[in-house]
Structures are given as C-alpha cells and as structure tokens.
C-alpha cells in the first residue's frame, strides 16, 4: 500500500534525541531556544514561542492578542475544526465566510461583507500548503484596525511573492506526525512583536514572568528539549523535504491535469503541497474505495465543513463552495518518501478511473 504520509525521521533525529536525554536537560531549555531562534529566521520576523502543539499555538496567539467574550472572528469554514475550536474557547464567535472554489482558501473578496462592529480578527487557514491571498486580506485587516492570525499549521516554508507565512500576522504552525516537518507533536507561534511574543511565552508557562513569579494565569503548553532537538535536525531537512514535494506535485499535475481538476496555485505563491487534492464531482467515495483496492491510500480533507459540524449545530449558514467541496476533495499521496515508481502508480491508478 502506497501511503498518503510517511514521516521521514533518521539518524540525525535519533541521535540529537539521545543527546538531550542523555544531558538530563528534558524539560525548557536551549534546544528549545535554538529551534525558536531558527525557526523565527525561517519565516524572517523577530520572534517564535514554541509550543505543545499547532492548536495551542492558534489558541495562545489569540488570547495574547486581547481576543475574547463577545468578540468575532472571521475564518474559513473548511479546514480541520481546531481552526475555529480555538475561537470559541477564548469566548469570542467564529464568523465562517466561504471559500475560494478553485483553492479551497478562505474568499478575500467575501470578507469585508462580514465585518461588524465586533470584529476583532482575521484568522486565515493556509489550506494544504497553500498562501491564501495575504496581501488582500492584511490590506482589510488595516483598514479595519483588526488581527490576523495565521493558521499555517500545513504551510511550513509556504510564501507569497517570496515573503514567508508566518510573517504577515501572527502565525501558527504545528509539528504532528503527519506534518511537512514534525517532531510528533508540537507548534509555534511566530511574531515580529515582542509584547505578543513575551505574554505567549509567560501564557504557555503558567503564567509566570520569572519563575514562581506568576502575574496571570496560564497553562502548561511547552514543548519539550527532546521535541526541539527532533525539530531542529527537521529543519536541516525542511529545504530538501519541500523541494521533492513541490516535484512530486509537479509530476502528478502534468499527468492529471485535462483528466481531473488539479491543484491551483496563485502566481507569486509558493504552494508546499501538505496534501495533494483533486476534485472528483462525481463519484469521490467510490474513487477512494477503488484507489485503496488498488494499493494507493487517500484521504479526505475534510468530507464535513465545520459549520455543519455537530459541535457547530446553531450555526444556521449556507455556504456553498465549502459544501460542495467537502463532497469532492480527495488527497493523494505527495510525500518526499514517495519513490519514482510510486508516483507513476499512483498517477496511472487514478487516471484508470477518469471517464
């Protein structure tokens, strides 16, 4: 079975873990401070506060930033629910405004329409790898005094016009297993403020200015030495991981465009390509059932939008580009551990199912 994710972990990774556990630093400490260091020179700002994960990063950004009861958020109703679970558990509303048909990002020219009086953030999801259109939704953001937040939890190394994500608001990225680079679990959060950076930091720590010095309450959200060791040997790797996705996504293209809608990307966007999703209008369940028969696994992200969630039940909004979508996505494998035949076998597989 050709698989949709393949974590690449190796020697450099095995053996910078056995370095922290065999110093007995594991808790906070100067892997984590490089990672942060050199993660933050990635997406060319001042400041990254690493975290326990993608969903901690987006849940202390927005509390960092003064979000909460009573207060609105506009963000995209297709993603993974933890993009607008984040909203809700700080107390402010999430404002779902539909997305882009051919990218599958949330629609700039919707967003203004959605604004009102409790608006206080934007909070983009770079879906897939893919920027959305930043350089619109931050001129919005001016005009109407609010935050942006970045949901790039898929879009490590993603840029738009060579301008990293992460660096146009304040930006969100999560290390899980599946991800473009991981250290199994994981996030950070990354800021050209230092006030936002500093109240991140004292959040994810319990509050705490100077140990045992807590000037608010807050929340055990760190991400450990052993973690940050993984992740600095995944950062030496990110380069060479990212180029050979956006390859293998080339090659997939070049052999499915004319037979299925295949992914889009903006000029001046760079697209990493977390996932690779066509479109199939007709049939999608039935494609995924005959692909895994065939030995190519997929996935679909995601088959429910989150206004239509059980969770989200009130939310009484029709969103139509978000709906439809859900019954079409389909992931095909795209990872960097994907071998020359596999990639064939995968392109040949799904052609064989086009009309």
């Known amino acids: 079975m050709i698989p949709i994710a393949r974590p690449l972990l190796g020697e450099e990774e095995q053996n910078a873990a056995l370095r922290v556990l065999a110093s007995g630093q594991l808790s906070q400490g100067g892997q984590v401070e ?3 260091r050199r993660f933050a020179a990635l997406c060319q700002v001042t400041e990254a506060v690493a975290t326990s994960s993608g969903t901690a990063a987006l849940h202390l950004a927005l509390l960092a930033h003064g979000i909460g009861a009573g207060d609105e958020v506009i963000t995209t109703p297709f993603s993974f629910a933890a993009s607008a679970n984040v909203i809700r ?16 990002n949330l629609d700039a020219d919707r967003v203004e329409a959605a604004i009102t009086a409790r608006t206080r953030a934007i909070l983009p999801v770079h879906l ?56 199994g679990e994981g996030g950070i959060v990354t800021t050209s403020d230092p006030e936002i950076a500093e109240r991140i930091r004292r959040l994810r720590n319990h509050g705490q200015s100077r140990r ?10 760190r991400l450990t ?12 790797r990110l380069p060479g991981l990212t180029e050979q996705r956006i390859a293998n996504a080339a090659y997939l293209t070049g052999r499915l465009r004319g037979s299925v809608p295949t992914p889009v990307v903006r000029p001046g966007h760079r697209h990493v390509f977390h ?24 996935a679909v992200h995601y088959p429910l939008p989150i206004h239509q969630q059980p969770a989200y039940l009130g939310y009484e909004v029709t969103l139509p ?31 064989a199912l086009c009309p």
């Open 212 to 221: 045992y010095h807590h000037v608010e309450v807050g929340y055990n959200l």
């Open 89 to 104: 558990l700080v107390g402010a509303h999430p404002v779902f405004v539909d997305i882009e048909p051919d990218t599958c």
């Open 275 to 298: 996932h690779y999703t066509i479109r199939v209008p007709r049939g999608r369940d039935r494609w995924a059932e005959a692909l895994w028969e065939r030995g190519v696994a997929t």
């Open 34 to 36: 490089a990672f942060e």
């Open 225 to 236: 030495e052993v973690q940050a060791s993984v992740g600095l040997a995944q950062l030496d």
């Open 321 to 351: 580009e978000a709906e439809q979508a859900a019954t079409e996505v389909l992931s095909l494998p795209v990872h960097p551990g994907l071998s020359p035949d596999e990639l064939d076998t995968v392109a040949t597989e799904v052609l």
């Open 128 to 183: 897939y790898g893919n920027p959305c259109a930043m350089r619109e939704l931050c001129a919005i953001a001016g005009a109407y005094r609010l935050t942006v937040v970045e949901d790039a939890c898929q879009a490590h190394g993603a840029a738009v016009d060579g301008q990293p994500v992460g660096g146009f608001g304040t930006g969100c990225f999560s290390f899980y297993s599946t991800k473009n680079m991981t250290m």
